[in-house]
Antibody
Framework: QVQLLQSGAEVKKPGASVKVSCKAS????????ISWVRQAPGQGLEWMGW????????NYAQKFQGRVTMTTDTSTSTVYMELRSLRSDDTAIYYC?????????WGQGTLVTVSS | QPVLTQSSSASASLGSSVKLTCTLS???????IAWHQQQPGKAPRYLMK???????NKGSGIPDRFSGSSSGADRYLAISNLQSEDEADYYC?????????FGGGTKLTVL
């Protein structure tokens, strides 16, 4: 079955960077791209960007351009999301998600806390 | 880029039915959407894909109590025989050229 397994919670200081991983299994990794979505405390879902697991092409939301980098490692079926210059309002749960055929699957989420 | 509009909250009694609405912005009324459920403290869960024709395809294990329908730019999620576990946030989502858009979500309270 399709699974997306994310790395564990992180605590970072303002100005630092965080790198979250998302390991996929149960399907042909390079066939379907992966998106990153975040959710601040008590808020809705916010799309951050998408990466093609086939060729590494990316499409970032304008809000995160210049501050986010998504990469893919086909040897381990893992996608990474790095967010730099962290601020307190980056405190959120970060999810990876993929559409396999038409069904969307979500990772379990990674809590990133930004605090001095 | 499409915009999705949802009511912020809805409520209905245990055992009754409810219909949640997601409205696509002007010029995007033909778009396919997806509905997701997010129970408190959990990751979102895919419920279904819903086309403008009203055809929907549910994810594995989604109960028959959940159904979808469409009218013009409106996309609906209907839940019958409401259970306590249906109390959750419901998000609609669409996509365009590898860009995803989410509605603001509807918080459903089961009374």
């Amino acid at each position: 079955q399709v699974q997306l397994l994310q790395s564990g919670a992180e605590v970072k200081k303002p100005g630092a960077s965080v790198k979250v991983s998302c390991k996929a299994s149960g399907y042909m990794f390079t066939t379907y791209g992966i998106s990153w979505v975040r959710q601040a405390p008590g808020q809705g879902l916010e799309w951050m960007g998408w990466i093609s697991t086939y060729n590494g092409n990316t499409n970032y939301a304008q809000k995160f351009q210049g501050r986010v980098t998504m990469t893919t490692d086909t040897s381990t079926s893992t996608v990474y999301m790095e967010l730099r210059s962290l601020r307190s309002d980056d405190t959120a749960i970060y999810y990876c998600a993929t559409k396999v055929t038409t069904v969307e699957y979500w990772g379990q989420g990674t809590l990133v806390t930004v605090s001095s | 880029q499409p915009v999705l509009t949802q009511s912020s909250s809805a409520s209905a009694s245990l055992g009754s039915s409810v219909k949640l609405t997601c409205t696509l912005s002007s010029g995007h009324s033909s778009y396919i959407i997806a509905w997701h459920q997010q129970q408190p403290g959990k990751a979102p869960r895919y419920l279904m894909k819903l086309e403008g024709s009203g055809t929907y395809n549910k994810g594995s294990g989604i109960p028959d109590r959940f159904s979808g329908s469409s009218s013009g730019a409106d996309r609906y999620l209907a839940i019958s025989n409401l259970q306590s576990e249906d109390e959750a946030d419901y998000y609609c989502e669409t996509w365009d050229s590898n860009t995803q858009v989410f509605g603001g979500g509807t918080k459903l309270t089961v009374l």
